[in-house]
């Protein structure tokens, strides 16, 4: 079995030129991928778009989204993965594009999946990666770079070649982004209400909370019996300290 490239989505984090949307629309057409977004583009001439894309990709052009804000971009899908070519404490790259095509194999049959590519010159913020389940890096030699539309058709490349056979792990359908960061946001302010997170900097305070809840891959139900916890708790502290001398 092959992964499900119908719930396979590119999108594109503030590219800087219209060309570069072209050829990733171009890359991923060749590989079977028809779904593209946009989020934020510098210049959305769409013109120079479908001239570096060809008329062989002018369907994904033609019907790719384009969005304001990467948050509610990413509202839609179930598993979200980042690339980065940078690694660090903040920046923990667990997968290569063909161990990540493996995963995907189970994973794409019930839930949507979309990789998030970073604008040309800096890639994904630690900002942008937060919303991101997983992490992708494609390897290289001694030169690092690879030009935007190149890092998609790697990516996509492996996608389209993924094995096979019958995916041998369950993957049930997980909850949604716009599910998963509301949850979040119910989290941050039940565990700074009972200062068990920094209220000053919680965003630096949730990394490894999101970390683990992220590589558990929770299900809508489960996103709201943590929600249902939230919940009590505020609830329990209003009780006992009213909010009005908090």
Same mark, same amino acid.
């Given at each position: 079995?092959? $992964?499900?490239?119908?719930?396979? !989505? ?38 120079? *778009? ?15 989204? $384009? ?16 690339? !980065? ?36 010159? !800096? ?31 790697? *990516? ?52 490894? $909370? ?15 019996? *943590? ?20």
């Amino acid at each position: 079995m092959r $992964v499900n490239l119908e719930n396979i !989505t590119i999108l594109l984090h503030r590219p800087s030129y219209p060309e570069n949307v072209g050829a990733a629309a171009r890359a991923a057409k060749n590989m079977g991928l028809k779904h593209l977004v946009v989020v934020s583009p510098q210049n959305c001439d769409l013109g120079r *778009i479908l001239k570096m894309a060809t008329h062989w990709a002018e369907d994904v052009v033609v019907n790719m989204e $384009v969005r304001d804000n990467l948050r509610e971009a990413l509202a839609p899908y179930h598993f979200v993965v980042g690339t !980065t070519a940078r690694t660090g404490s903040h920046r923990q790259t667990i997968r290569d594009p063909r161990k990540l095509a493996e995963e995907l194999v189970s994973v794409s049959q019930k839930n949507r999946v979309v990789v998030v590519f970073g604008p040309e010159k !800096t890639g994904l913020s630690n900002d942008d990666l937060k919303y991101c389940h997983a992490l992708v890096t494609i390897p290289t030699a001694d030169f690092v770079s690879l030009n935007l539309a190149q890092a998609v058709m790697v *990516i996509a490349y492996e996608m389209f070649m993924a094995a096979r056979e019958e995916p041998k792990v369950f993957a049930p359908r997980l909850a949604k982004s716009e599910e998963m960061e509301a949850m979040y946001d119910h989290l941050t302010e039940t565990l700074a209400r009972i200062n068990f997170i920094n209220p000053e900097n919680p965003e630096h305070w949730m990394l490894n $909370v999101r970390r683990f809840l992220n590589r558990i891959g929770l299900r809508a139900r489960e996103v709201k019996i *943590i929600r249902g916890f939230c919940r009590q708790i505020i609830w329990y502290c209003e009780k006992r300290i009213p909010v009005d001398r908090v």
